[in-house]
């Protein structure tokens, strides 16, 4: 059986959002433990009658950690 790449893909970027949200509901302290790492300030590239803004900046938490891997066991289980 051939999965999908993709599923995989979305099921682990909502393992991520959900863990990160749980984790900033739930009163306990240690899941929001982390690091965050990226852009500090926008990169902005003014060409005149444009101005486009770039910006990433990633935080990982226990609680997303925890989302990633029951998303990879949903996964494997569907």
Known sequence: MNKNNWACFLLILAGIVIGGF???ILPVEWLNYGQ???LTSPVILDLGILCITFGLSIKITVAS???IVLAIIIY???
């Open 22 to 24: 749980i984790g900033s």
């Open 76 to 78: 494997r289980l569907i």
């Open 65 to 67: 950690i925890i989302g």
């Open 36 to 38: 965050s790492f990226g």
